[in-house]
């Protein structure tokens, strides 16, 4: 690890230096406010903050929309924290996939680093598809905080995969296209229990 830079205050290693960049570009993000653009979002401001090139950066982060990612990311999980102590006692796997992509859709709006996620854009977990490895990461953190046995329900290894793919492919589905109006509260339950809920009862 080169330790140029930094402001005087070098990383003890490659780890810290990741969290430093990435603290740097949350604090590009924040200091925007509602009005963040992501179009506007540079390497350049990142490396200021820190007092080192862009080219240290980019050795830990290869594009703007690997930071980007990274980020929201590393701020999702105080939003996956949340939605568990929400679910918490919910332990049929029906309801919980019901709740948990209800609750989601609903947080989207108020949730800047959610949003970078799952919002179509270049930090989008799902630009590169519901099946890429950041959107599957996610998708599975999101089930395993959820108080359900899915051993025990007999959902595991490929099925617990698929179960993340088709929850990922309908909150894509709810982003692309929210509906005319958009369904809130009991309507988009009452649309995901008819719909997705029975999928589950087969298992």
């Known amino acids: 690890m080169r330790t140029h830079g930094w402001s005087g205050a070098a990383p003890a290693d490659d780890a810290e230096a990741v969290d430093r960049i990435v603290a740097a570009a949350r604090r590009a993000i924040d200091r925007s406010g509602d009005e963040f ?6 390497i350049a401001e990142v490396a200021r903050d820190l007092g080192v090139t862009r080219q240290t950066v980019y050795r830990y982060f290869p594009s703007a929309e690997a930071l980007l990612t990274a980020t929201a ?12 102590a929400a679910l918490s006692g919910i332990h ?8 948990g992509l209800a609750y ?10 959610l949003g970078l996620l799952l919002r179509p854009g270049r930090a989008s977990a799902l630009s ?12 599975r953190s999101l089930l395993e905080r959820l108080a359900v046995d ?14 993340v793919e088709h929850m990922l492919r309908i909150v894509q589905s709810f982003v692309i296209d929210p509906g005319r109006p958009p369904r809130r ?19």
Do not use: C, N
Request: hydrophobic share 45%.
């Open 128 to 139: 590169a598809g519901v099946t890429s490895d950041t959107a599957l990461a996610f998708g």
């Open 92 to 99: 049929d796997p029906a309801t919980a996939v019901v709740e």
């Open 37 to 42: 653009s992501i179009a506007e979002f540079s």
């Open 104 to 113: 989601t859709l609903e947080r989207l709006p108020e949730e800047k680093y």
């Open 73 to 84: 990311i590393a701020q999702t999980e105080h939003y996956l924290d949340a939605m568990a």
């Open 185 to 203: 509260g009991k309507e988009i339950r009452s649309y995901l229990s008819r719909w997705v809920a029975p999928a589950l009862g087969s298992f």
């Open 150 to 163: 899915w051993d025990a329900a007999g959902i595991s290894g490929a099925d617990l995969d698929e179960l």
